[in-house]
């Protein structure tokens, strides 16, 4: 916790890519900032490499023009390794558009950044805002999001019941892929009581297991605002 009273969620930075001049452009850019610190540690060319160091949280700036995989899982595996981390994936200005980055917010990418233009003047804001607990998103990503918790809840919720604010704050984190541990540690709870809480939601909403939650990812255009 800083002088401000804000906790940070991570302050340690590991970019992953195979392009030596966009993680020189990456550590020359925050480098230079000043309003707030991070660690940089050595950059990871591969998966492999980012998994050496384990068993610590960090932000992974995860570099999708170079990296043969897919984000969403190799977030997902970079979770598993070092729970609590939080994800900025660095996506070409010609993707996929909305459509991947709702995709890849149900993986648990907490923000995105598109390497067009204006990139290095958005990238510290959007380490800033990750290291701060914060998200970095479009507004149609969270628009998408609230509106498949809505259907969620009017096709699942069991007559009689509802969820109580914690409950709703489990879901939302259910919705995006953390496990029980990620999220005792998101809300400050114990791992016994996040399990506790996830027991509770899918009786509510009659489902057999967590994965009940979760939009089918090859549907996710329909979750567009407007669509």
């Known amino acids: 916790m800083d002088e401000k009273g804000v906790t940070r969620v991570a302050s340690v930075v590991q970019v992953v890519s195979s ?29 492999a490499e980012a998994m050496r160091l384990s068993g610590f949280p960090r932000l992974f700036l995860l570099d999708a023009c170079s990296l043969r995989t897919d984000l969403g899982r ?16 660095l996506l070409p200005p010609d993707g996929n558009g909305d459509a991947e980055k709702i995709r890849l ?8 950044v ?3 233009k204006s990139w290095q003047a958005e ?37 009689g019941h509802s969820l109580t604010a914690r409950e709703a704050q489990v879901l939302q984190l259910l919705m995006r892929s953390l496990t029980n541990k990620e999220i005792s540690g998101a809300l400050r709870i114990s791992e016994r009581t996040a399990k506790f809480h996830v027991s509770n939601i899918l009786t ?24």
């Open 105 to 112: 917010f149900y993986w648990g990418i907490d923000g995105f």
């Open 114 to 116: 598109d390497l067009g």
């Open 19 to 47: 392009h030596p001049l966009l993680t020189r452009a990456v550590e020359r850019i925050l480098n230079r900032v000043k309003d707030f610190h991070v660690r940089l540690l050595l950059p990871a060319a591969s998966e």
């Open 74 to 89: 190799l977030a997902e595996r970079c979770r598993a390794s070092s729970p609590g981390s939080k994800f900025l994936a």
């Open 204 to 227: 509510k909403l009659n489902l057999d297991d967590r994965h009940g939650v979760l939009p089918d990812r090859f549907r996710i255009p329909e979750l567009l605002p407007g669509v």
């Open 123 to 159: 990238l510290p804001l959007a380490v800033h805002s990750l290291l701060y607990g914060q998200l970095w998103v479009p507004s149609c990503v969270l628009l998408a999001f609230v509106k498949q918790a809505k259907a969620l809840l009017d096709a699942q919720l069991l007559p």
